[in-house]
């Protein structure tokens, strides 16, 4: 079993602020960006019901390979996925899994393309976070989760999910 790290929160808050909604936490974070390889020319030549549909399977095709990995998806924006390993628990090996997430997410949007007859759909991807041996990439950043809009939900923002996206 991995050994869990504790949440280290950005500032004490007083009972009162806690009422206004929930604890953002500054977290150590691997965040994963998926999108699909020249989605706009591929949306525009097929029919509008179609292209949602192979969204649709897109999404959840990522949203299992994410959550195989124990990554949570962050948010889905146009054609591109955003997942974090470490919030709202970290575990040793997120920044691993999260690359073999993006790596499973490749070859399943390829399988996805040969099943639903879109010859050539493809999917980049793009990993920031700190493994055991060191960063994955060549940024470092510290990730500020939570704070979301709606009750349970959370957000990440701070230099890895731009930097990832980028």
């Known amino acids: ?97 999260a690359v073999r997430a993006g790596l499973d997410l490749v070859v399943s949007v390829a399988d996805l393309g040969a099943e639903a007859r879109v010859p050539g759909l493809a999917a980049r991807c793009g990993v920031a976070g700190r493994g055991g041996g060191g960063w994955v990439s060549a940024g470092w950043g510290v990730v500020v989760a939570g704070g979301g809009r709606g009750e349970g939900e959370r957000a990440a923002a701070g230099e890895w999910p731009v930097f990832v996206a980028g």
């Open 1 to 97: 079993m991995s050994a869990v790290t504790p949440a280290l929160p950005v500032t004490p808050r007083p009972a009162a602020a806690a009422a206004a909604g929930p604890l953002a936490e500054r977290r150590v974070c691997s965040v994963l960006f998926c999108d699909v390889v020249g989605f706009t020319p591929l949306s525009e030549s097929r029919d509008p019901e179609a292209v949602r549909e192979l969204l649709s399977r897109y999404f959840e095709t990522a949203r299992t390979v994410i959550g195989r990995y124990g990554g949570v998806v962050e948010k889905f924006i146009g054609d591109a996925v955003m997942a974090v390993w470490g919030t709202p628990v970290a575990a040793e090996g997120d920044a691993e899994r």
